[in-house]
């Protein structure tokens, strides 16, 4: 006997990095061509050495540390954040409008939980980052496809077209992932003034914001102005992720912003997931907050070298077209016959290089996905970028 599966979930696509993985299963690298992943967008190093012994004393001197904590996260964390984004972003948020979750893609499930259920609609730019999409076919909710052409920029008037009385939300992603591309401000605030006047959430993503090529958010410098408006939390709602600022992808941070309401609400979820999120993950971001700024300036510099890498790479290569760059990801058109799911599997096995095709962020069917390719270039240096190029170069489908 065959036990039941819920249809929403076997309907749902398998992870795209989880699949990508499974085109290495057989697979000999030459000796003199080894495999390069520019597949996920993670850090591939540990946390700096003063942020894992801070940790480290957390371990083995705070007994509390391995116990149950709050379920919107610690109050000092909360209130750092509170404090820290008030300055940044030039608005005023409180402490109790902050929740803690084990990282960013949890902060979206749990917002998303509060606002959209079976039959609901959500609207999402395409490109599409996949665990946003998987999300909503989990729950049965229906993706709303927002194109953004060329540009990879979402318009709040092809938006608008979009809104019916099902729609509860708009999603957007800045830096955006897989686009690479940077959200200018007034296309936020148009989003916002759209949403607020349909009664929508505008959910803003902004797990890539410290490498935001235009301003340092660690410097002083703010990519939007949405947090300005005195009602802000009428409609905005806030994601963050420390696992790229501070290399802290196993310890699974993240954090909402949003009402003291929603967030009412939210814990809900996530006393159910989760009960709480893990401590030292917590500890590291708050000792990382207060005491890493110039480092994480620094990271942010040795991004936007490999970004400056990425662009004069790709215009010296020829057929391919780069649709944006920034962050972590190049977003780029290939000049192959092959739709992109056949080529990237024949460039893991005669280029070695490991990147995921654009039909995996794009509605089932798309045209444009079939010609499209995410290359996550924060996993290699600007050495293991000039390889790339290279091998794309020899490359012949």
Not at 19 to 27: F, N
Not at 210 to 223: A, L
Not at 300 to 307: A, G, K, V, W
């Amino acid at each position: 006997m065959t036990l039941p599966l819920n249809p929403a979930m076997a309907a749902t696509d398998a992870p795209p990095v989880m699949e990508a993985r499974r085109w290495l299963q057989g697979v000999v690298f030459p000796a003199d061509r080894p495999l390069i992943n520019v597949s996920q967008a993670a850090p591939v190093e540990p946390p700096p050495l003063a942020l894992r012994q801070a940790i480290a004393d957390a371990a083995l001197g705070d007994d509390a540390a391995h116990l149950y904590g709050p379920v919107l996260g610690l109050p000092d964390l909360r209130a750092e954040i509170a404090a820290q984004w008030s300055v940044a972003y030039g608005g005023q948020i409180g402490a109790l409008e902050v929740a803690i979750t084990q990282g960013c893609n949890q902060a979206f499930t749990a917002v998303m939980s509060t606002l959209a259920g079976a039959g609901d609609e959500v609207i999402l730019p395409t490109p599409w980052y996949f665990n946003h999409k998987m999300w909503f076919d989990m729950q049965a909710v229906c993706t709303v496809a927002l194109d953004t052409g060329p540009t990879l920029i979402p318009d709040a008037e092809a938006a608008r077209a979009l809104i019916t009385s099902r729609t509860r939300a708009i999603v957007l992603v800045s830096p955006n992932n897989p686009g690479g591309v940077e959200y200018p401000a007034a296309t936020l605030s148009a989003f916002r003034d759209l949403c607020r006047s349909h009664g929508l959430a505008l959910i803003v993503d902004e797990t890539y914001r410290d490498f935001d090529s235009r301003h340092s958010v660690e410097m002083g410098g703010r990519p939007h102005d949405l947090f300005i408006d005195p009602d802000w939390s009428d409609t905005l709602v806030h994601l963050y992720s420390f696992s790229k600022a501070y290399r802290l992808t196993g310890h699974r941070v993240g954090a909402i912003v949003a009402s003291a309401q929603r967030l009412a609400e939210v814990e809900k979820f996530l006393d159910t997931v989760a009960i709480c999120p893990g401590q030292l993950g917590q500890i590291a971001a708050l000792w990382g907050m207060r005491n890493l700024r110039q480092w994480v300036a620094g990271e942010r510099d040795e991004i936007l070298s490999r970004r400056r890498a990425m662009v004069d790479g790709f215009a010296q290569l020829e057929g391919w077209q780069l649709l944006g760059c920034g962050a972590y990801f190049a977003y780029v058109e290939h000049p192959f016959d092959l739709p992109s799911d056949q080529l990237c599997k024949r460039l893991v096995s005669e280029a070695s290089l490991l990147m995921l095709p654009g039909t995996m962020f794009q509605p089932a069917g798309s045209q444009a996905g079939k010609r499209q390719i995410r290359i996550a270039f924060a996993n290699v240096d600007t050495a293991g970028i000039a390889e790339l190029f290279r091998r794309l170069k020899a490359f012949h489908a």
